[in-house]
T-cell receptor, first 116, second 110 residues
């Protein structure tokens, strides 16, 4: 079956612009996670959804970052007034339940965001 | 806080055996997962240990010692395609959300 997909695969934007990154999780997976990964680092947690609600957004670095999952499936990560420091690969992952996500998560290929 | 420490890089030759270590400091430890990530690719799940001991999955095995807060990933019969980054991960206490180590870059030489 289809895995986790993310679009776009690459996004180049200018400082101060607004961007949206999309994640389409595996069908039937109730838990969805967003991570940010910089070169030479492990994935850094941003936000986690259980169904439609953000169950934990403690990893969002500031209020320029926001994410939604209105129908409990596709999620969009939104970044306002982008800064050069936001440049990274943004990874999305899903798991069947939140508990199974503690063991195994299924990752998408990521969106490489470059802020000029 | 929570932290997982791994070596930054390990090199080995084809056919050899290599061990990637992970030490962790966490409250409310549940278990340790391992992921593989090729350059430009998505992390993919390899193995999970909830209890002490060795879990074997083909050429890959993973070990956990909860008393020592230590685990390792063992890769046998190394192949060139095993060149990748390997991450250990463990949920933070009171949560199902994993914290990842910084990753170990494995370079396999012919």
């Amino acid at each position: 079956g289809a895995g986790v997909s993310q679009t776009p695969s690459n996004k180049v934007t200018e400082k101060g612009k607004y961007v949206e990154l999309r994640c389409d999780p595996i069908s039937g997976h109730t838990a969805l996670y967003w991570y940010r990964q910089s070169l030479g680092q492990g994935p850094e947690f941003l936000i986690y959804f259980q169904g439609t609600g953000a169950a934990d957004d403690s990893g969002l670095p500031n209020d320029r970052f926001f994410a939604v999952r209105p129908e409990g499936s596709v999620s969009t990560l939104k970044i306002q007034r982008t800064e050069r420091g936001d440049s990274a690969v943004y990874l999305c992952a899903s798991s069947f339940t939140s508990g199974s996500g503690a063991v195994e998560q299924f990752f998408g290929p990521g969106t490489r965001l470059t802020v000029l | 806080g929570q932290s997982l420490e791994q070596p930054s890089e390990v090199t080995a030759v084809e056919g050899a055996i290599v061990q990637i270590n992970c030490t962790y400091q966490t409250s409310g430890f549940y278990g340790l997962s391992w992921y593989q990530q090729h350059d430009g690719g998505a992390p993919t799940f390899l193995s999970y240990n909830a209890l002490d001991g060795l879990e074997e999955t083909g050429r890959f095995s993973s070990f956990l010692s909860r008393s020592d807060s230590y685990g390792y990933l063992l890769l046998q019969e190394l192949q060139m395609k095993d060149s990748a980054s390997y991450f250990c991960a463990a949920p933070r206490g009171g949560s199902y959300i994993p914290t990842f180590g910084r990753g170990t870059s494995l370079i396999v030489h012919p």
